[in-house]
T-cell receptor, first 114, second 113 residues
């Protein structure tokens, strides 16, 4: 069982380019999340999805979009990247609703926007 | 929305000593408080969590305490080992309103052999 996989592992991107970060989970979890982690800061929620076909905005959604066409995949798209989007991006999933609230995290994607 | 403050930002202890990390939260509706450990180059991993109907929870060398009145919760690691060195994050959520976590800023724990 792989858990959560993210791709790419790292990417250097020119400002203004479009980029999609991929996230796939094989745990059949209903809920999925995207966070960004900046140096010296904790993780901040970008977007979330409680179930396939639905999405919602987190704390820092501007400049990002997501889709949830099926249970397993939750891609994050930067339509026109800017240097302030340089960060490490983590995808996570959890059962929802459930008494088990644990969020399982992927290994992250390190994105640099120049 | 929820705001979670975490202290200290760095903590250095000698192997075998105890380490304590403290967090405060602002939203009284929060009822789920997990702690995550993040090793270099990896995603966070849950080490222990506590729900609002419990004041303390222990798992081997790790314990978490929760004071709902004061809106603070703490992580206690006893008999620290070098492999405990990592960044630790606290978080809070209102699990009844969606499982969206608000994280503290993190504590870099260094255990010196």
């Amino acid at each position: 069982i792989a858990g959560i996989t993210q791709a790419p592992t790292s990417q250097i991107l020119a400002a203004g380019r479009r980029m999609t970060l991929r996230c796939t989970q094989d745990m059949r979890h209903n809920a999925m999340y995207w966070y960004r982690q900046d140096l010296g800061l904790g993780l901040r929620l970008i977007h979330y999805s409680n179930t396939a076909g639905t999405t919602g905005k987190g704390e820092v959604p501007d400049g990002y979009s997501v889709s949830r066409a099926n249970t397993d995949d939750f891609p994050l798209t930067l339509a026109s990247a800017v240097p302030s989007q340089t960060s490490v991006y983590f995808c996570a999933s959890s059962e929802f609703p459930s008494v088990a609230y644990e969020q399982f995290f992927g290994p992250g994607t390190r994105l640099t926007v120049l | 929305g929820e705001n979670v403050e975490q202290h200290p930002s760095t903590l250095s202890v000698q192997e075998g000593d105890s380490a304590v990390i403290k967090c405060t939260y602002s939203d009284s509706a929060s009822n789920y408080f997990p702690w995550y450990k993040q090793e270099l180059g990896k995603g966070p991993q849950l080490i222990i969590d506590i729900r609002s109907n419990v004041g303390e929870k222990k798992d081997q060398r790790i314990a978490v305490t929760l004071n709902k009145t004061a809106k603070h919760f703490s992580l206690h690691i006893t008999e620290t080992q070098p492999e405990d060195s990592a960044v630790y994050f606290c978080a809070a959520s209102n699990a009844n309103a969606g499982n969206m976590l608000t994280f503290g800023g993190g504590t870099r724990l260094m255990v010196k052999p």
